[in-house]
């Protein structure tokens, strides 16, 4: 039972005494006491120099029993105050380890330890010059050959990647390589990002002209730089892009736009990679000693083989390829897929006049974005959010201390009141035709981006077309085959077509790595993205974190970075910190590094 004699905040911090004396004295045994039967501790870089959650108190024990002796923590200290519902205390604390400083959550059950968060925040000594460490920027006084700011900056740009090497080379310039090459930056670790793009935030602006974030602004700063207080809640593609260009600029990150990535070879021998761009068309040959691969959630375009596809007359390509519905005014378009992208497509291209059908092969979730913001995201990420005093790294910090194996629980009540909010609107979607879930056990739309990264659509307003029948549906069939004029389904059905579309998702991001350096390596590190949870495109085993992401790969000096703006601003910190510590030569020992077990 809870303590009703104690507050909130004094049954948190006599936890913390009794847990760090514990540890401090090196007894397992008496720290384990401290957890519930039931009990999971996420731990992102502190003592693990992994991302990597224990579950129950064996895997506790074995973690310690592992790191306890190097990372000595000490120093726990409740920050703020704790507070108590539904029979659990939870409160924010800091705590210190030998190298680091770091913040993480409690949650306690009966006076025990349910869940815990430990985060690294900074590493001692080599702390962001921020605050009252922030660098001058001039000097004062009179000297003679003095060289400005901007002398400096462009003689530092020209340098790099040519007399000095980069330590870290980042292959991919949209928001995912951007944040961490920010941070990258801020920690003065010298990096070099590459993008084949010309501009950064082109990766936005080349999509169809309709695309906007569908999350909303709270929910996607970029790291150190806030959105304005007057940006609109769903980001166009377009202003997106500019304001990745102007991030870039602003935060005086080395972006080598133009570029393009050839090949990557890593040297056992040197212990860097030697790694072959294109710039603007001249070959140079970089060698980094840590390479990261930023090119999004996912890998290359799933493109399906279908029969016929060589005698089809009209235009087929993947989504990430949809230039836009402009020229399909009047034109029969069918579109492979019932997605986040699928739909965006569908809508781009009723809009602008096609004859548009959707063929849908299985069921989709769908979550209104009303709905979404209001009972999925408000707490977190909103202006209430915001006057309560959430700031966007008190919500990512929240969002990170449930652990992945119960997280389900807490979503499955939001997507049954989803349910009950929009049963009109789910009613009349399932009358077109449409194949509805809510995910397999219930747990709607952010468990199933983590598990498969697919199979849901935020609805922006393509559903109403769909349950009107303005967009045609076809659903729970396949393309059989492509004929010159005409599209022709597992049903025995045909359609006429003049535009093909496969919204058909991606595959893994291990799949540029076979590309770029070997499919031995791709096969090494293995699959990206995926919890393990036995669900549909998740296989087993349990993984407890996503796979290979922001973390130590097989491959050693080999990192994914990817995701949505959210996870690619939260996670980007601990990413940055794993590749200072090694930069500066801090003893990484990695726990908890487990077998690969499916490749692609």
């Known amino acids: 039972m809870t303590d009703s004699v104690h507050s909130p905040s004094q049954q948190v911090q006599a936890w913390l005494d009794r847990f760090g ?52 923590p000490d120093h726990w200290q409740i920050e703020g105050e704790g507070h108590e519902a539904d029979g659990v205390v939870d409160a924010w604390f800091t705590f210190e380890t030998l190298v680091a400083r770091g913040r993480g959550q409690l949650r306690l059950k009966g006076g025990l330890c349910w869940t815990l968060l430990t985060t690294m925040t900074e590493l001692k000594g080599f702390e ?64 070099l990002i590459i993008e084949k793009n010309p501009r950064a935030g082109d990766s936005w602006r080349n999509r169809y002209k309709s695309l906007c974030l569908h999350d909303p602004v709270w929910y996607d700063h970029m790291p150190y730089m806030p959105f ?88 087929q390509h993947h989504s990430s390829q949809h230039p836009g519905g ?86 499955i009540p939001v997507y049954d009141a989803m349910k009950q909010r929009d049963a009109d609107f789910y009613a009349r979607l399932e009358r077109a035709g449409f194949l509805l879930d809510f995910g397999e056990d219930g747990s709607g739309l952010f468990m199933k981006y983590l598990r498969r990264g697919s199979g849901y659509y935020i609805d922006v307003g393509a559903s109403e077309l769909v349950a009107d029948g303005r967009i045609k549906l076809k659903s729970g069939v396949n393309i059989e085959r492509l004929n010159p004029h005409s599209v022709s389904f597992t049903d025995g059905s045909e359609l006429p077509a003049d535009l093909v579309v496969y919204a058909t998702g991606y595959g893994s991001m291990n799949g540029w790595v076979a590309k770029l350096v070997s499919q031995e390596v791709a096969d090494r590190v293995g699959k990206c993205w995926g919890l393990g949870s036995g669900t549909t495109k998740d296989p087993g085993p349990w993984e407890g974190e996503l796979r290979n992401m922001w973390k130590p790969t097989a491959q050693p000096q080999m990192w994914f970075h990817g995701g949505n703006m959210h996870q690619s601003r939260h996670y980007s910190e601990f990413l940055a910190l794993q590749l200072k510590a090694r930069m500066e030569g801090i003893l990484t020992p990695v726990y908890g590094m487990g077998p690969v077990h499916h490749l692609r």
């Not at 991030?247 to 990679?273: G, H, I, P, R």
């Open 21 to 72: 004396a514990a540890l401090t004295a090196h007894d397992v045994d008496v720290a384990l006491t401290l957890f519930a039967p039931e009990c999971y501790w996420r731990d992102l870089v502190a003592f693990t120099w992994n991302i990597k959650t224990v579950e129950g108190r064996d895997q506790i024990r074995d973690m310690l029993d592992s790191t306890l002796a190097r990372v000595q």
């Open 128 to 191: 962001e010059k921020k605050g009252p460490r922030r660098i001058k920027g001039a000097e004062h006084g009179a000297q003679k050959d003095r060289q400005n700011w901007l002398e400096r900056k462009t003689q530092y740009e020209a340098a790099l990647g040519t007399t000095e090497q980069p330590y870290v080379v980042i292959i991919g310039g949209g928001q995912g390589g951007i944040g961490l090459g920010a941070r990258l930056k801020r920690l003065g670790v010298p990096t």
């Open 228 to 315: 304005p207080d007057d940006w609109p809640v769903f980001t166009p593609k377009d202003k997106v892009g500019d304001w990745l260009e102007m991030y870039t600029k602003v935060m005086e990150l080395n972006y080598w736009s133009s570029t393009e990535c050839q090949s990557a070879q890593f040297d056992e021998t040197t212990q860097e990679w030697t790694v072959t761009v294109l710039r603007e068309g001249r070959k140079v040959v970089l060698r980094p000693k840590q390479l990261v691969f930023a090119l999004g959630v996912s890998g290359f375009a799933n493109v399906p083989k279908v029969a016929g596809a060589e005698s089809f007359l009209g235009v």
């Open 326 to 411: 402009e020229a399909y005014a009047g034109k029969k378009v069918v579109v492979l897929g019932s997605n986040n992208s699928a739909h965006d497509i569908c809508a781009d291209l009723w809009e602008n006049g096609a004859d548009v059908t959707m063929v849908q092969r299985s069921s989709t979730h769908i979550a209104r974005s009303d709905s979404l913001m209001e009972l999925a995201l408000g707490k977190l990420y909103s202006e209430e959010a915001l006057a309560k005093g959430v700031t966007t790294n008190q919500a990512d910090l929240t969002f990170a201390s449930v652990p992945y194996k119960i997280m389900h629980t807490f979503h």
